[in-house]
């Protein structure tokens, strides 16, 4: 049991190894493309890399989003490299980037984000803030409370004094 348990593990295992590599082996004919900053803003500047795939002196990258077409150039590693100004007016959104590489476009796509609008200044208090009047309840004095507290206090205070005072009983004097 344990033999077949070990065979099919091991043939699952084979089988998922190769459905995972032959989709790679197929994505080489596709050129990989990045955008940085991804998503840019109007006005940016993206470098874009594209890599694999091509083996042209140059590629041109277009999309609606950029001020013009971006000659890609390429260098030892061969990744293909340019610049592209991203339109001032471009509208947030996914744009398509074309790029082509000795006649074979392949397209991508890039994200635009709204333009970011500085939040406007918080005004500043034209007087102090109300901070109360010392933590009492309302602006005068209410005489009666005070009287009573006090009048309380005072008769606590003198049953402890003639308390204390007091003769004890049964001592006789």
């Known amino acids: 049991m344990?033999?077949?348990s070990a065979v099919a593990t091991a043939a699952l295992t084979t089988a998922t190894a190769?459905?995972?590599a032959v989709p790679s082996a197929t994505a080489g004919d596709q050129p990989s493309f990045s955008a940085t900053?991804?998503?840019a803003k109007?006005?940016?500047d993206v470098v874009l890399s594209v890599s694999g795939g091509c083996e042209a002196e140059s590629a041109t990258a277009r999309s609606d989003a950029f001020e013009s077409?971006?000659?890609l150039s390429t260098g030892s590693?061969?990744?293909y490299t340019g610049t592209a100004k991203i339109r001032p007016s471009t509208q947030a959104g996914s744009y398509d980037v074309d790029v082509d590489c000795e006649g074979g476009v392949s397209s991508y796509s890039l994200n635009v984000a709204g333009s970011v609008m500085p939040s406007p200044p918080h005004p500043m208090p034209t007087r102090g803030s109300h901070a109360g009047i010392?933590?009492?309840g309302g602006g005068g004095s209410d005489w009666a409370t005070i009287g009573l507290g006090a009048g309380l206090v005072g008769a606590v205070w003198g049953a402890v004094w003639f308390r204390v005072r007091r003769p004890e009983d049964g001592q006789g004097r």
């Open 69 to 71: 077409q971006v000659t």
């Open 37 to 39: 900053p991804d998503p």
């Open 77 to 79: 590693a061969g990744i």
């Open 42 to 44: 109007p006005g940016d």
């Open 134 to 136: 010392g933590g009492s």
């Open 18 to 20: 190769f459905t995972i």
């Open 2 to 4: 344990r033999a077949i």
